[in-house]
């Protein structure tokens, strides 16, 4: 401890004694006390009672408050000579505050007693702990004007986002296009959180892919990552917000992809959408934060919003179901009128046709009414197909087959329809063996394979059919010189009742063709740029029994 020079010496560096006599100092050293505490050692606590006034010799201490939900809330960190806990000497009360060393600190004690005396007899004391008072009151003023001038704005922008999602809520939830919806849920997220642009990213669970649709041009061009791909695929695969503030800093960004687009990106906001279940249905990604880096704020915004949006689109993808459930049981309604109407004339002409294959002796006229029984017998399976289809209903007949009689038989029946169109046949039978499949489905497969892309080059062209074994795999490759596809259609090539070029079509063809090439445990590829023609390669099985 200190000797009495010392402790004169203490008082008078304080703040608190400046100008005070020698005769006030002297009648105070011989009645306080000193104390030694360690660093984080709590002083006094809130709500203890208060009889002693601290003058810090040496040191640092933390004043501290805690709100009702326990957080601490530093007040102000006082130094060597200054002091603290007058306020209870003077209005009597507990303590108000915590009081912490956060160093080692020596701390000399004045009592109430001491406290009262200078305040009688010491008017430079009084000012003293008047000045220091109203300095503290108007720090304490500025900072409660600054928190509170933050608070207000915070609370205004909270407010602001709260009804930007009211609105948005109802915006997202005035369409059931699932397109314009996207674009919707897009273009409120980018205004609110005052980013420069982003991309909504779609869940594909099927392909293990995001899948959005961007402009290039005035086209709308759907592009596809795999899942864990990226910043967006990385999202997709942990459920992990990635809030990035510099993105040329991040070893995640590949700045490649600004390299090829010609834009800068600097801030990135990627945040998971889902749905009420907390399953994952899609990725927001959002770049360039006006003004700086997205705020958590904006994260929260996003996550609320998100809950939203993904409600909005499974009611799109619902009503979108609905709608097709229904066309398919119309068409399954028709289907089944036609096939009742049908069978008794159909019958009819099959019994002359066969009646005339046995009694012409002209082989060539007996092979036309051959030809009339098949046609007659593929055309109501076809109609039986249609309504299979729409019922959801798949009977299989497989049996093994020359993979050249089918090839050969099928661009028998189309081949005039080509002639027709100056379209030239190529046919490269690689593989002449036996396959097991369903005859009548698959030829119906190829037959409205090679019909689309008769179709697909209404100025003439080539088709050239390939079929070769690969890995235990029998592949059939129909390439035709037509008009080509977009990414688009081909992401929707095999949804019921999509059309595309054609006036008269059902769109159902391929999506029948994808349903027996999936019965047939097959797999059904689309190669295909616009104006470079198409492929479609059908891979079959070569060892099912």
């Known amino acids: 401890m200190n000797n009495i020079t010392d402790l004169k010496n203490i008082l008078r ?49 933390k004043i501290s408050k805690k709100t009702k939900n326990n957080i601490e809330n530093t007040l102000s960190v006082l130094y060597s000579n200054d002091f603290f806990g007058e306020l209870e000497l003077i209005d009597g009360l507990k303590r108000s505050a915590t009081a912490t060393a956060l160093d080692k600190s020596h701390l000399v004690i004045i009592n109430r007693d001491v406290f009262n005396y200078l305040l009688k007899t010491s008017k430079h004391f009084v000012q003293n702990l008047l000045n220091t008072l109203a300095i503290r009151l108007r ?15 915070s609370m205004n922008n909270k407010m602001e986002k709260l009804h930007r999602l009211v609105e948005a809520t109802k915006v997202v939830n005035s ?83 600004d390299k090829l687009s010609g834009y800068q990106t600097k801030s990135i906001l990627c945040m998971p959408m889902r749905n009420k279940d907390g399953k994952i249905v899609g990725v927001l990604q959002l770049l360039n934060k006006e003004n700086g880096a997205f705020t958590s704020e904006d994260e929260e915004y996003i996550n609320a919003f998100s809950i939203h ?46 009646l005339m294959q046995k ?27 249609i309504l299979d289809f729409s019922r959801g209903v798949s009977q299989m007949n497989f049996e093994k087959v020359e993979t050249a009689k089918l ?32 005859y009548d489905k698959m030829f119906r497969v190829f037959y409205n394979i090679i019909g689309n892309a008769a179709d697909a080059m209404p100025e003439g062209g080539s088709l050239t059919i390939q079929v070769f074994k690969d890995d235990n795999m029998i592949n059939f490759v129909f390439k035709d010189s ?58 079959l099985p070569a060892n099912k029994s």
Not at 190 to 217: C, F, I, M, P
Not at 341 to 346: A, E, F, G, L, Y
Request: negative net charge; contains cysteine.
């Open 13 to 61: 560096r304080n703040s608190l004694f400046a100008n005070v006599p020698d005769s006030h100092i002297e009648a105070v050293v011989k009645n306080v006390s000193e104390k030694t505490v360690d660093a984080m050692q709590c002083i006094f606590e809130e709500g203890s009672k208060g009889d002693e006034l601290y003058l810090i010799a040496e040191g640092k201490v």
């Open 175 to 257: 369409t059931l296009n699932i397109d314009k919806l996207l674009s919707l849920i897009l273009d409120n997220a980018v205004q609110t959180v005052k980013a420069d642009r982003g991309t909504l990213y779609l869940l594909d669970e099927n392909k293990h892919e995001l899948w959005s649709k961007v402009l290039q041009g005035s086209e709308l061009v759907e592009i596809r990552i795999p899942v864990g791909l990226g910043i967006a695929g990385k999202v997709a695969e942990t459920g992990e917000v990635i809030n990035i503030t510099d993105a040329y800093k991040d070893v995640r960004f590949n700045p490649d992809i």
């Open 309 to 354: 949006a993904t409600i909005a689109i499974e009611n799109a993808k619902m009503a979108q179901e609905m709608v097709q459930s229904e066309r398919l049981s119309t068409v399954g309604r028709m289907a089944s009128t036609i096939i009742h109407d049908i069978k008794n004339p159909m019958s009819s002409i099959r019994l002359y046709a066969q």
């Open 407 to 438: 090839i050969e038989e099928v661009t028998f029946f189309i081949g005039k329809n080509l002639e027709k169109k100056n379209i030239d046949l190529i046919k490269n039978i690689n593989y002449e063996g036996d396959i097991v499949l369903d």
């Open 359 to 385: 009694n012409l002796v002209d082989e060539k006229y007996s092979k036309m009414a051959e030809g009339i029984t098949k046609e007659i017998d593929r055309f109501v399976a076809m109609t039986q197909e």
């Open 139 to 153: 720090v304490i003023d500025e900072t409660f004007v600054g928190e509170f001038g933050k608070y207000t704005e």
């Open 482 to 539: 037509g008009i080509g596809m977009t990414e688009e259609v081909k992401s929707k090539i095999f949804e019921p009742f999509f059309t595309h070029g054609k006036k008269h079509g059902t769109g159902l063809g391929m999506a029948i063709v994808k349903r027996i090439v999936d019965d047939h445990f097959g797999k059904i590829e689309i190669e295909s740029e616009p104006g470079k023609g198409t492929s479609i390669i059908i891979k």
